[in-house]
């Protein structure tokens, strides 16, 4: 699951098909995501305190993440992400269909990287045993 919070996604699936819209928080234990302005209930509310008047509040409800693809602006269209090594070292997200990076996962590490020089130092051998 490569979709984080923040990012632009459009929606595959379901009444809302076809709108585009931001990510506003992830549950990666149930695999949701609640999205900006999609999937919107009312939630009926009693007199309180906390809410003096009372009524109907609007809030959007989780939807899977399986009915939302990752937003691609260099594509136009919603798109599958994947996870590549740069020659630094680090760890990005990437478009699948036209190859954009998208941003940064792990920072670099030596042992990833494709461009530096990664030789081990060479052993003296010992004199052969008589």
């Known amino acids: 699951m490569l979709i984080r919070s923040g990012d632009t996604v459009e929606l595959i699936t379901g009444a809302d098909r076809g709108v585009k819209s931001r990510v506003i928080l992830i549950d990666r234990a149930a695999g949701k995501a609640i999205v900006e302005g999609v999937a919107r209930v009312y939630k009926h509310v009693r007199r309180s305190q906390k809410h ?11 939807i899977q993440l399986s009915n939302v693809a990752f937003y691609c602006t260099t594509c136009d269209k919603g798109v599958r992400l994947g996870a590549r090594f740069t020659k630094d070292g680090s760890k990005e997200r990437y478009c699948r269909k036209c190859g954009t990076g998208v941003g940064q996962i792990a ?5 990833h990287a494709t461009g530096a020089e990664t030789t081990k130092k ?5 004199a052969a045993k008589k």
């Open 52 to 62: 003096p008047q009372g009524g109907r509040l609007s809030k959007e409800m989780p």
């Open 107 to 111: 920072p670099a590490k030596a042992a």
């Open 122 to 126: 060479a052993v003296p051998k010992t």
